[in-house]
C-alpha cells in the first residue's frame, strides 16, 4: 500500500501556475519602475501639440524646399579640451552657388539627451559658410535642424550627425 503523504517531486506541477503569476507581476514591477525612473535620458518635443496644428504648414515647406532644392551641408567640430562644438553650414542654391547674407538658426539636439538641446544663430564667415560655437558636452548621435531665410524664402531641414567628443581631463582616468 502507498503512503498517504506525497512527496513534492510527485506534486510538482502544482507549483507552476504561482511562479508563472509570480514572473509575471515581477516582471511587470519592473517595467513600471524602469518607466518611472527618470534617468535624464527622456525628454518629450517641446511644443509637440502645436507643432502637430500646424502638420499642413510642414508639408507646404517641404513643398516650397523641393522647388528652392538648395544644399544645406552642416559640420560639426569637436572643440579642443572637450570645451563644445564648432557647427558649421555650408548653403548653395541647387546650381552649387554659395548663398551669401542668409539668416541661419540651427537647433542641436543630442538623441541621448534631448533636454540639453541647444539653439544657435549661425554667423556668416566664408562666402555661403555659417558657423558658430556651441556648448556641449556629449558627443554621440545629435540632429541639426536646420532655418535659412534668403530673399523672402524660408528653407528647412534636419540631419542627424554622430560625433565624438574628445575627454576632458578630469574624465580621463588616472
Known sequence: MKSQRTNLWECRWAFVPPALLLATVSSAAIAVSLALRDAGGGASEPDS???GMLWDAWKEQQAHNGVLRWVLTPEVVPL????GAHVQVAVADKHAVPIEGAQVEVEVIPIR????????????????RY???IALRDGGLWELRMRV???GHT???RV?????MAPTQ???PP
Do not use: I, M
Open 155 to 157: 528653407y528647412v531641414d
Open 160 to 164: 542627424r550627425r554622430s560625433v565624438w
Open 149 to 151: 531665410e534668403w530673399n
Open 170 to 172: 578630469s574624465e580621463v
Open 49 to 51: 501639440y502645436r507643432r
Open 113 to 128: 539627451c534631448a533636454d540639453a538641446r541647444v539653439h544657435a544663430t549661425l554667423l556668416e564667415g566664408a562666402a555661403g
Open 131 to 133: 558657423g558658430a560655437s
Open 80 to 83: 579642443p579640451g572637450g570645451a
